[in-house]
């Protein structure tokens, strides 16, 4: 059984969370759809945690972490900038800095698998590429995306959790009673963010993958210590603690 988590944005009270639950599920290996920096007050330490993953892609803020961040909102590039501060301070060893950068930079965009395809925003365009449950009115756009996927691909980027199916119909979690089976037709599942969920639950979010069927949870966590943590940080806007509290 694999674990699939994506977009932890440098939330570490939501991630050692996730990574306790995981620990409870019979699971072999844990992938990391990307973005494990970003918006958040700990960026050093969930890379750290997220280097023990299987398979980890590179998503846009850890690449904007690394290069000047194209397309980012003031909020987020004013976080990006600060979280590469963090990744740089002088607190750490040279050693410490320097493996994480390493890390960072040998991300790959995608990983295919048994049929399966692991990206960060589409099988499209696998780093930046939203794909929200409004676009299964956008017939086009889905209609080439689903035709670069063999079987199934799993995602994050937009954090909202959900299931895509080709006949261009989105699910929600608790639309499906949190579970759905593949059944040979082509899908699309978004796994939904651990750090910033934006789908109105503050939980944590992830999904496990066994065989043919996908499992989302929802986990909580310390939010008030990672709101705290925001709030302390000059560079980093109050509303990115507060948008945790809405699951906005």
């Not at 049929?115 to 925003?121: A, M, T, Y």
């Not at 063999?150 to 009673?177: A, K, M, Y």
């Amino acid at each position: 059984m694999k674990a699939i988590i994506s977009d932890i944005h440098s939330n570490l009270e939501a991630l050692q969370a996730v990574l306790e639950d995981i620990k409870k599920q019979p699971v072999d290996e844990i992938y990391c759809l990307g973005d494990i920096v970003g918006y958040g007050p700990n960026p050093r330490e969930c890379v750290d945690l997220v280097m023990a993953c299987k398979m980890v892609l590179l998503g846009n803020h850890d690449q904007g972490a690394m290069f000047d961040p194209e397309g980012f909102n003031p909020p987020a590039e004013k976080a990006i900038f600060w979280t590469r501060s963090q990744l740089e301070s002088p607190s750490d060893s040279r050693q410490q800095k320097e493996k994480r950068w390493e890390f960072l930079a040998e991300r790959p965009r995608s990983h295919k698998e048994n049929g399966f395809l692991f990206v960060h925003g589409s099988a499209r365009n696998p780093l930046n590429e939203y794909v929200f449950p409004e676009d299964i009115y956008n017939q086009r756009k889905m209609e080439r995306i689903f035709a670069l996927v063999e079987r199934s691909c799993f995602q994050g980027h937009t954090h909202v959790p959900g299931i895509f199916t080709e006949s261009l119909q989105f699910h929600s979690p608790d639309e499906i009673d949190y579970t759905f089976k593949l059944d040979g037709r082509k899908t699309l599942c978004n796994v939904g963010s651990v750090g910033q969920p934006r789908d109105g639950d503050w939980r944590a979010c992830y999904v496990l993958l066994d065989n043919e069927t996908i499992r989302f949870r929802r986990v909580e966590y310390d939010i008030d210590t990672t709101v705290k943590k925001i709030y302390a940080v000059p560079d980093l806007e109050n509303f990115l603690g507060d948008r945790l509290r809405d699951g906005r």
